[in-house]
């Protein structure tokens, strides 16, 4: 008997909520073989578009600069 023999056996004696649960995880095995394990990730390239907001690399810079002023410049 090959494997797949021995799973369907198997999966016909379950309950239908439990072979759901089964098909779930296949789908997920599947997935994550396909992705070859990297996470997929959502590209947040325009999160704020169409809102309004312009952030400029210039304020980017003058941000970190009120950020690091008070820092403490001596060695530890």
Do not use: C
């Amino acid at each position: 008997m090959t494997v797949v023999e021995s799973i369907i056996e198997r999966v016909e004696n379950l309950s239908a909520e439990r072979q759901r649960e089964l098909l779930d995880f296949a789908e997920y095995l599947e997935y994550k073989e396909k992705s070859n394990g990297k996470r997929h990730r959502k590209s947040l390239y325009g999160l704020w578009a169409n809102r309004g907001i312009d952030i400029t690399e210039e304020d980017i810079d003058e941000i970190r600069r009120e950020m690091w002023a008070n820092f403490p410049r001596e060695d530890i």
